[in-house]
């Protein structure tokens, strides 16, 4: 099985104009990938709703995003305290 992907949104992930764009985050990948082609609206909890409809149009849960994103960070800690 290949790893999962979501998308991710949080209060930094913005545009010069204060559009939220999304990353897109691959389970047991580090980091993200800034998905600068979606562009949401510039009030959070409605940017918010959107990522987790793309997200449930790729068949992944609230619970499924937490455990993608989860996993990156692991290995993003993981690398950083140990190179």
Same mark, same amino acid.
């Given at each position: 099985?290949?790893?999962?992907?979501? *998308?991710?949104?949080?209060?930094?992930?913005?545009?010069?104009?204060?559009?939220?764009?999304?990353?897109? !985050? $691959? +389970?047991?990948?580090?980091? *993200?990938?800034?998905?600068?082609?979606?562009?949401?609206?510039?009030?959070?909890?409605?940017?918010?709703? !959107? $990522? +987790?409809?793309?997200?449930?149009?790729?068949?992944?849960?609230?619970?499924?995003?937490?455990?993608?994103?989860?996993?990156?960070?692991?290995?993003?800690?993981?690398?950083?305290?140990?190179?």
């Amino acid at each position: 099985m290949s790893d999962r992907i979501c *998308y991710w949104l949080d209060e930094t992930l913005t545009d010069r104009q204060g559009h939220y764009v999304p990353g897109l !985050v $691959v +389970e047991n990948e580090s980091g *993200y990938y800034e998905q600068t082609k979606v562009v949401l609206a510039m009030d959070l909890a409605a940017a918010k709703v !959107v $990522v +987790e409809g793309l997200n449930a149009d790729m068949g992944i849960t609230p619970e499924d995003a937490r455990d993608i994103i989860g996993s990156s960070m692991r290995l993003g800690n993981i690398k950083d305290d140990h190179g």
